[in-house]
């Protein structure tokens, strides 16, 4: 592992006018837990060449079989914490509360990417969204696994836009916050690849950012008019 580390960190430096596409190289991607949003990512990420392991607490249930055939190229299904270990790419997709407890039997995760694509939430007795946790539930997660490189991305869309951009209309934005230009630009090259655009939003103090734009999607929908939001390059 250390040695595509070093292969993927020659390569990145390469092409660090962001050219997301030439970045990726066939990982291990951990996706831990399979709901619509592992479900989703899973095939799309194996689409791309890369390995699929499903960490599960449930790994011989007829769904998880059936998600690994759908997966394919050689995807597997296995406890969390024996997926994880076997990745380079750890995926955290289970809600957000359960990220504490998951990170604690995940075991050692250093030198591994997680990519954190949660959103806190809490719904006040008026039924407005706010800040759940603080400073942000990436930041929490990089203080849990401190050797790691944590990305946030893929919290600004639900599972099925993800699969489907053109149901948006086209080009869909990812932002992405973190604090290993490496892990960035590796991460931004799986987004490039399943059809979406990844747009790099700056450091990993920014994720509190991202996270708030749950609550300016979730509010408008209960105070005013539901809307969605892509960002695009400045000129398209």
Partial sequence: MKLRRLVRKLLCLSVASLMYTNAAMSETIAMIGTGNLGSA?????????????????????????????????????TGQPEAAARAD???????WNAIESLMSNLGNLSGKIILDPTN???????????????????????????????VKAFNTMNWATMINPESAGGSVSIPIVGDDAEAKVLVASLVEGIGLHPMDFGPLRYASVLEGMYIVWGNARTVGTPFNYYFQPQGN
């Avoid at 790419?89 to 809600?95: D, E, H, K, Q, Y």
């Avoid at 407005?128 to 603080?134: G, M, T």
């Fill in 89 to 95: 790419i750890v995926v955290l997709a289970v809600p």
């Fill in 41 to 77: 990512l899973g095939p799309a990420f194996a689409s791309l060449g890369h390995e699929i392991i499903y960490g599960s607490r449930d790994p011989d249930r007829a769904e998880i079989r059936d998600l690994v055939a759908r997966t394919g190229n050689g995807a597997s299904a």
């Fill in 120 to 150: 806190p939430r809490m719904v006040g007795e008026d039924g407005l969204r706010d800040f759940a946790v603080a400073p942000s539930n990436a930041e929490w997660v990089q203080r849990w696994a401190p050797e790691a490189s944590v």
